[in-house]
């Protein structure tokens, strides 16, 4: 019988849940091939099937889990692919919208982005990774949404939150909350001084090396 813990610190039960799942995935308590029954997930974790089912569906859609009709839901291993077509997507929207950003922001907005930025300088100060994320989530959004692409700020939340399904962040591949911060001040630097070329150009590069990074963990693992 698998050892799951519910973590929380989870916004929702069904947050919980695929993140208790995951977990268990990398300790080794659920292993692939394996079928498990939801009843068996919801009685080990102590809550009811409804947000259960919740957290499995987005596991599937992460492509963690293949969710098998009327018998429970069965892990997959995570591949290298996943992540390379989520990066190849976040390409094609990010360095555009940093560019856009750049010449359209108005003052306000560019406030904005720079208090994002000054969130996540004081994480890295604290050593608080916790905050990090959230700041760093927070400064991808903005400058989407001051590119006035909405729909692209949505899609990139959802492709962000496969991307922590699939694994750890690649801080656990040795790079540093400083290092992280140090792609990021280049691209708001840029867009600051309404530079769009250094901003597209800096996303880029940043997206690139993050790719680059949770690939190669995949592969190894």
Do not use: C
């Not at 079928?35 to 259960?52: E, H, I, M, N």
């Not at 018998?71 to 929207?93: N, Q, S």
């Amino acid at each position: 019988m698998p050892t799951l813990t519910l973590p929380p610190e989870a916004p929702t039960l069904a947050d919980a849940v695929a993140q208790a799942v995951r977990d268990g995935v990398a300790a080794g308590e659920l292993v692939p091939d394996e079928t498990y029954s939801v009843y068996q997930l919801a009685d080990l974790l102590g809550v009811s099937r409804s947000p259960v089912r919740e957290g499995l569906l987005r596991l599937a859609e992460a492509g963690l889990v293949e969710i098998r009709r009327n018998r429970g839901f069965r892990v997959l291993r995570p591949r290298a692919h996943d992540i390379e077509e989520i990066v190849e997507i976040r390409l094609a929207l990010e360095p555009p919208a940093a560019f856009k950003a750049s010449v359209s922001g108005t003052p306000e907005q560019h406030t904005h982005i720079r208090d994002a930025l000054a969130a996540m300088a004081s994480a890295v100060a604290r050593a608080d990774e916790a905050a990090f994320w959230p700041a760093d989530r927070a400064l991808h959004d903005l400058l989407l949404r001051t590119a006035g692409n909405v729909r692209a700020a949505a899609v990139i939340t959802g492709l962000r939150s496969t991307t922590a399904l699939l694994g750890p962040p690649t801080t656990a591949s040795g790079r540093t909350l400083a290092e992280i911060y140090a792609e990021h001040e280049p691209i708001v630097t840029a867009v600051l001084a309404r530079d769009g070329t250094a901003a597209e150009s800096a996303m880029r590069s940043h997206l690139e090396a993050t790719g680059r990074l949770l690939v190669a963990r995949l592969v190894a693992a």
